[in-house]
């Protein structure tokens, strides 16, 4: 039936679409996941698609924020032969979308989403978000809701997908929705013992090493894949990357197996948040006719980060999961070299792996003023980050998307990246002949090409200015705002329909 979207335009088209996740802004972000997901869903309900989001209940989600007028609604939930109880507290955010919370004190009242305060993976996690999943497929049972697209994120969420595709229990209109899988990182695949394959209610012909079984384990993110109408991840150069071994985390051939139904969708981002000429959590705004705001907010930079206050020293920021993916242990065999042999600053905020936050932050007693770090998670020094500095440092060892480059490219602020993933995607190389391009790349992932990408991009700063400037208005006009992704996930949908029409007549046949 045709609906209105927000401007009042008819919608020919629009998808009832459950979302399950388990993270999503602002009720709950350990990373990208979150930003995507509350902005591609807010976009989609935005054009006049029904967007339903199922997310869990954590104990960190301010109850402000999920505050609603609807009450809270006592949920059972079938796992295997485990009967469990849940709350569910729901709120309407904007026209069409919704969204439920997953009220279940047993997983989700913890402090952290997914590991404790020491980086442990809570033991339980399988049974975690496989509940979460089979929770918001029991929702549409009990509201209703009949989706025709179920898009899973990530391992976490996988488990819809099986239970989507294997059992559709008294609820036969689940039966007619198609499954979509986004893989945000390949290196999460969220692998288990055995044990817990029971309780999750999985058929036992599934614990296959085509489907769920992984060395003798559970792989979940497996399983998602294998059970997905349509699998997409975030960037089409990681597309490409994992179907190769170097970067599939053992995936490759699954992903090859899905042919043209694997497919790569570059992540947008959104700019109500994340644009400096309206970014209400930074000293002062700017936009590339005026960037007198920009100095400003290196100037505050420069103080909260404890860095000597010279306007002319260029401030390389950083903003990371301390984690392997990031390549921050190659950029600790260079970063003093860097400082001791070029005249610039570091900005770093981050944390996650316990030896590189020890390591980074113990570098502003030894580079007193010139390396400032905050070990910890603070989105507003994240805003001040962008804004401040000059250069953006993102030496991934690999990159499904990357999300803080394209705000760096907004923030003037231009980005040396290794050519990996998303970050190949969305960085175009400078030209020192010409002076085009939007920042700096390198190719190999070691300590001597982080230092002399730095080193290009500071001499660049110092010696060309007239080209860095340039560049830092091109990269300001750059748009990755959600419209172009959000039509690519609408393909994507279609496409899904379509793929699982011919899968249930090959079926009925
Ligand atoms: P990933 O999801 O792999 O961590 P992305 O670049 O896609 O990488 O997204 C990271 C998001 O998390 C960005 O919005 C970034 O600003 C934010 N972020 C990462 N670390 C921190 C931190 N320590 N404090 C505040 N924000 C952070
Ligand atoms: C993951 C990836 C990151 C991506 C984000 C959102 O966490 O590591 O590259 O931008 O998901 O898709």
């Known amino acids: 039936m045709p609906v209105n979207n927000i401007k009042g335009e008819i919608m020919k088209d ?6 399950i996740v388990s993270e999503s802004v602002p009720f709950a972000k350990s990373g990208g996941l979150a930003d995507v997901a509350g902005a591609l869903s807010g976009k989609l309900a935005e054009k006049g698609h029904r967007v339903t989001v199922v997310m869990p209940y954590y104990a960190g989600i301010p109850v402000e924020l999920t505050r609603s007028p609807e009450p809270p609604f006592p949920m059972n939930v079938w796992m295997g032969n485990t009967e469990e109880w849940c709350l569910v507290h729901s709120k309407k955010i904007q026209k069409n979308l919704h969204y439920y ?25 399988p049974k975690r978000f496989a509940f979460l999943s089979q929770a918001a497929l029991y929702l549409c049972k009990t509201k209703q809701i009949k989706p025709d697209i179920v898009h899973a994120h990530d391992w976490q969420t996988s488990a819809a997908l099986a239970y989507l595709k294997t059992h559709h229990w008294d609820c036969p209109f689940l039966g007619g929705a198609a499954g979509v899988l986004t893989i945000h990182n390949i290196g999460y695949q ?4 055995r044990d817990a394959y029971e309780y999750l209610g999985f058929r036992e012909k599934d614990f296959v090493p085509e489907i769920f079984e992984d060395h003798g384990g559970i792989n979940l993110l497996k399983g998602g894949i294998h059970f997905a109408d349509i699998v997409n991840t975030v960037s089409p150069s990681y597309a490409n990357e994992t179907l190769t071994p170097e970067y599939s985390h053992g995936l490759d051939p699954l992903l090859r197996k899905k042919g043209d139904r694997y497919i ?5 981002v959104d700019y109500a948040k994340w644009d400096p000429s309206c970014d209400t959590l930074i000293a002062r705004t700017y936009h590339t006719r005026n960037m007198e705001g920009k100095k400003q907010c290196k100037a505050i930079l420069q103080k909260k980060m404890d860095l000597y206050r010279q306007e002319q020293i260029p ?5 990371s999961r301390m984690a392997a993916q990031k390549g921050l242990h190659l950029l600790a065999k260079s970063i003093e070299a860097i400082v001791n042999n070029m005249q610039v600053q570091f900005a770093i905020l981050g944390s996650g792996d316990k030896n590189l936050e020890d390591y980074y932050g113990s570098l502003p007693r030894k580079y007193p003023g010139l390396i400032g770090v905050h070990i910890g998670y603070d989105n507003v020094l994240a805003h001040a ?5 000059d250069l953006f440092l993102m030496p991934s060892l690999y990159e499904p998307c990357g999300l803080n480059q394209i705000y760096s490219l907004r923030y003037g602020t231009l980005p040396v990246v290794r050519a990996t993933g998303g970050l190949d995607d969305t960085v175009e190389q400078y030209d020192e002949s010409s002076g085009t391009g939007t920042g700096f790349k390198f190719y190999d992932a070691t300590p001597r090409a982080i230092f002399d990408t730095v080193g290009w991009a500071v001499s660049t700063y110092y010696d060309r200015p007239k080209h860095y400037r340039a560049m830092q208005e091109r990269a300001m006009k750059k ?3 959600w419209e172009e992704s959000t039509l690519r996930y609408e393909e994507a949908y279609r496409r899904a329909k379509e793929v699982k029409k011919t899968y249930d007549i090959k079926h009925t046949l």
């Open 14 to 19: 629009p998808q009832n679409i459950l979302f």
């Open 101 to 125: 919370f997953i009220d279940f004190q047993k997983y989700f009242f913890r402090e952290g989403l997914y590991h404790d305060h020491a980086m442990h993976d809570y033991e339980d996690n």
């Open 190 to 193: 969220g692998k288990y013992p």
């Open 264 to 268: 790569g969708i570059l992540n947008g």
């Open 315 to 319: 401030v390389i920021g950083i903003i």
């Open 385 to 389: 980050v962008e804004a401040g500095a």
């Open 479 to 481: 748009d990755f705002s």
